[in-house]
């Protein structure tokens, strides 16, 4: 079969081109990405065709899907703060972008599989966070996200598109940099232990997020693909594990063996305060997964940050 990857240049993006282009059921794979946040050098030494290029040319989007048995849509303009900064641009990307995508894929009737976020559930304290509660989105990310998964699950209804969107929640792991767009906390807390500098915690590192290691999550939306797997509900992919930023700073200077200082620095805008997944409805259409335990997933992340950090 023919994977079309949107943002497959990105950090998930890319480690989910490197998985399908392993699996034996995968001929070819194809990243469409404007590599606004992304890098070529993710997909290097791989057979994976880059189209550079936006989400937003319509034309070009009808090329690259038309011959794909299915589409993967990552691409996004991510991050709270910048969608802080310019609600417009986050819009236009996150949300028209993703009809867009739907469009093509009407047209050739092609199966996708979209990322949206669990910044949905915004200010619902609810814990674990499961499908069925409402979405109350703090930011124009989310919003925008909320858009996103919204409009998949409408093309589904409305045009029989076999459609399915996931709900990522905070997704780490190799080819994230700490310098990436959503100024995530696993890459900064370990970059900055390598160069011996002290951790920022933004508030007082007792909020809790429920981190999946990027390879469980490019492998399960391999196996979307690969059986079709559609939803009539956005579905969590997160295994409920729930870790404060503290406890996180520990477990990394373990894994380190450094000890590490920490700042503290008000809390960001935006950020919402727990986030933990109820994974029955995950568990429900993936049989048997078994996602990398956390203390493996870091220790990975970890070694990849060593062979690309130069140390202090
Ligand atoms: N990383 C996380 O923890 C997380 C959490 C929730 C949701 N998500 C969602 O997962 C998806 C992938 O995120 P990521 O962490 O890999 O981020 P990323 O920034 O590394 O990847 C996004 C990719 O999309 C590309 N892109 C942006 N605008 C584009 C456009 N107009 N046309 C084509 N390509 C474009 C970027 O160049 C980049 O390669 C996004 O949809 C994001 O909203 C990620």
Redesign the pocket.
Known sequence: MNVVV??????????LCRELASRPTVGRVVA????????AD?LAGTDVELIE?????RDLLEDVVAGADAVV???????VPRSLADPFASHE??AT?SVRVLEACRRSHTHVV??????VYGSITDLPKHEGLPTRPLSP?AAS?LA?ESYVLAYGSAFGLPALSF??????GP??PAG???A?VVPAFIDAALRGQPLTVFGDGHQTRDF?Y?GTVARVLADAVERKVTSARPVNLAFGTRVSVLELAHHLAKILELAVEIRHEPPRRGDVRDSQADDGLLRSLFAGLEPVPLEQGLAETVQWFRSVVTPA
Request: proline letters at 2%.
């Open positions: 949107t943002g497959g240049a990105g950090f998930i993006g890319a480690n469409l990405d404007d590599l606004s946040t992304g890098s993710n290029g936006s989400i937003l040319d849509h990552l691409a996004a303009r991510p991050s990307v996150n972008g979209a990322a949206s976020s669990s910044s990310y996200k996103t709900r990522f929640f905070n997704v780490y080819l994230q990436h767009a959503y995530a999946t990027v």
